[in-house]
């Protein structure tokens, strides 16, 4: 079975240079996004920032956008994103940003329109929360972090 939505993307002024989201190779699950930035930023070790990439975006409902890390960036120079994945959710109409941490040892310098992080649409289920005394029982139970072993 193959979906498809249609989302709208705007570009927002002053960003006309600048590529819009974009998956790298034919079976990509995620689009890349790039930097909407004006000059250089230097994050150094254990810093954070939010950088924006220049667009906006209309998603029908059910369905949200989740902002995550590129691979590359993370294994090569530890940077990642905070909040992952990060939800942009269908009502929201803002300039989509990227909160971002360096992990590394070494400050990383952030260009224009250099790739930054990644963005993976998913289906939201309608979900109903239903409140009961009491919850059917599982083998499982309560147990919680870790309880089954070090594996």
């Known amino acids: 079975m193959n979906l ?25 699950s995620g689009f890349d996004l790039y930097a909407a930035i004006t000059d250089e930023i230097v994050l150094e070790p254990g ?12 998603m029908p409902a059910g369905l949200e956008a989740q902002i995550r890390p590129r691979s590359g960036l993370a294994f090569k120079h530890g940077i990642t994103c905070l909040n992952t994945p990060g939800t942009i959710d269908a009502d929201y109409r803002g300039e989509v940003k990227v909160l971002l941490i360096n992990h590394g ?3 990383f310098t952030f260009h224009r329109g250099e790739r930054i992080a990644q963005m993976v649409f998913q289906i939201v289920p309608e979900v109903n929360l239903i409140q009961v005394d ?6 499982r139970g309560a147990g919680g972090f870790g309880h089954t072993g070090r594996n």
């Open 134 to 139: 009491e919850l059917s029982a599982t083998v």
């Open 47 to 58: 810093q954070r920032t939010l950088i924006p990439t220049g667009f906006a975006l209309a």
């Open 4 to 28: 498809s939505y249609e989302v709208q993307i705007k570009r927002l002024a002053g960003n006309e240079d600048l590529e819009l989201p974009r998956k790298m190779s034919e079976l990509a």
């Open 105 to 107: 040892e070494e400050p």
